[in-house]
């Protein structure tokens, strides 16, 4: 079995598991279940992920860090187009494309961020937005071991998303998985002082990362954006 689709199978799993869970939320009726996988997560940030950041942060110069975050974002942004145009939304999806194209052919492969400089701002879209955009709805809230925050639609799309990542086919595989361990790393710790200010205010996290989570779900399928990539990814421990 793939990856993709033991993420697939993970989502019905999760499914079943909503008849069966009890809580005294029923806005969230996987409360027991994503309490759990939530503290997976933290430790696991905690004792891997958060300590690699901030060595990757230390050691590498900030253009070079900037120059990573570049490269992966605008590989992101093919496929974020491609959900733009899926949502009917032409003008941002074309303006994404558009970004992709000066980015990879000015700016070096992606390494600089040209469009932005450009007024062409990066806005990230995935399969689940689209899904939403198509009248699915959302179902439960569910975080999932490593990927986080998600809801039983988000995470039907997830595989799907995983295809439409162009890194996934990059060859030879030795170096997909370097570049996925630095781009999961890179990211992190551009995330380091928006943790730190969660983790401080946030009496609690969980409570509060879901439902930040799910306003930002539901501001993007009503065709908002609701803040910064930062923002975006802080929510995800």
Not at 45 to 74: R, T, W
Not at 197 to 220: G, H, N, P, T
Request: glycine share 10%.
């Amino acid at each position: 079995m793939t990856y993709a689709a033991r993420i697939g199978a993970f989502a019905l799993a999760a499914a079943a598991l909503t008849g069966c869970a009890t809580n005294n939320n029923p806005g969230d009726p996987l409360e027991g279940f994503n309490r759990a996988m939530f503290s997976f997560n933290d430790t696991v940030d905690k004792v891997a992920l958060k300590p690699a950041a901030q060595a990757y942060d230390a050691v590498v110069p900030n253009p070079v860090q900037a120059g990573v975050g570049n490269f992966f974002g605008n590989i992101g942004d093919l496929w974020s187009s491609i959900n733009q145009l899926l949502q009917g939304r032409v003008e941002q999806g074309v303006s994404t494309f558009m970004r992709v194209a000066i980015n990879t052919t000015f700016g070096l492969g992606g390494v600089l961020d040209v469009a932005t400089e450009a007024r062409l701002p990066r806005e990230k879209s995935d399969f689940g937005q689209t899904l939403g955009k198509w009248g699915v709805g959302s179902g439960p809230y569910v975080v999932l071991p490593f990927f986080g925050p998600s809801t039983i639609r988000d995470t039907a799309g997830l595989p799907v998303d995983l295809y439409g990542d162009l890194w996934t086919y990059k060859r030879p595989v030795r170096w997909r998985n370097v570049g996925s361990v630095i781009r999961v790393v890179d990211r992190r710790a551009q995330l380091l002082d928006a943790s730190t200010l969660l983790e401080d205010a946030a009496l609690d996290k969980y409570d509060f990362v879901r439902d930040a989570y799910l306003q930002r779900r539901q501001s993007q399928i009503n065709g908002g954006n609701s803040g910064s990539e930062q923002k975006e990814e802080a929510i995800k421990p």
